[in-house]
């Protein structure tokens, strides 16, 4: 099992609707998650981090928790055409050999948002 | 602009020359990193360094060799690559706690070896 899995799309959605990401992990204690969007030729950008069961909102993303199922979401609200790119979920996992934390990061989804 | 700037942008080089990756991070953060990304593949980490110590090596061949001069300065020294070493090659700086590391990326280095 990978230790990050996203669906590697791409989602292709209308303008102005919802766009939603999924991302689930494998290592139960993880404790910090993050989104980074990535346009094609560019580096990642983080957009969202989230560390509690639950929503967290910041304008038109909305990241969403659930540590007993083992997934974290992303959603988009009125999608726009700039909002197509890659979107990478990147999970702290504690490596116990290095007693410290490593960010893995999964393969992305790429989202394509049409007019 | 993120802070962290790296050089060159794109970089093609025969398999038996030398060249070195160049970042610098203007954020005052503790920890630095090599990542690399090919298509279809996830980020991988290749190495970590926390207040100039390397910390972190994921068992990258030895054609690739880090230096870290200060906390602001990384290198990635490059020698006899293969065709397939081509790839992005990321710096990315945080203020590492030990326990969440929110990552600010360089604008990458395309890899080219021919």
């Known amino acids: 099992q990978k230790e990050v899995e996203q669906n590697s799309g791409p989602l292709s959605v209308p303008e102005g609707a919802i766009a939603s990401l999924n991302c689930t992990y494998s290592?139960?204690?993880?404790?910090?998650f993050f989104w980074y969007r990535q346009y094609s030729g560019k580096s990642p950008e983080l957009i969202m981090s989230?560390?509690?069961?639950g929503d967290k909102e910041d304008g038109r993303f909305t990241a969403q928790l659930n540590k007993a199922s083992q997934y974290v979401s992303l959603l988009i609200r009125d999608s726009q055409p700039s909002d197509s790119a890659t979107y990478l979920c990147?999970?702290?996992?504690?490596?116990?050999?290095?007693?410290?934390?490593?960010?893995?990061f999964g393969t992305g989804t790429r989202l394509q948002v049409f007019p | 602009e993120t802070g962290v700037t790296q050089t060159p942008r794109h970089l093609v080089m025969g398999m038996t020359n030398k060249k070195s990756l160049k970042c610098e991070q203007h954020?005052?953060?503790?920890?630095m990193y090599w990542y690399k990304q090919s298509a279809k593949k996830p980020l991988e980490l290749m190495f970590v360094?926390?207040?100039?110590?390397?910390?972190e090596n994921n068992s990258v061949p030895s054609r690739f060799s880090p230096e870290c001069p200060n906390s602001s300065h990384l290198f990635l020294h490059l020698h006899t690559l293969q065709p397939e070493d081509s790839a992005l090659y990321l710096c990315?700086?945080?203020?590492?706690?030990?326990?969440?590391?929110?990552?600010?990326f360089g604008s990458g280095t395309q890899l080219s070896v021919l």
């Open positions: 990315a700086s945080s203020q590492y706690d030990g326990k969440n590391e929110k990552l600010f």
């Open positions: 290592d139960r204690g993880s404790q910090s």
């Open positions: 989230i560390y509690s069961n």
């Open positions: 990147a999970v702290n996992i504690l490596r116990v050999a290095y007693n410290t934390d490593k960010l893995i």
């Open positions: 954020l005052g953060h503790n920890a």
């Open positions: 360094y926390n207040f100039k110590e390397q910390t």
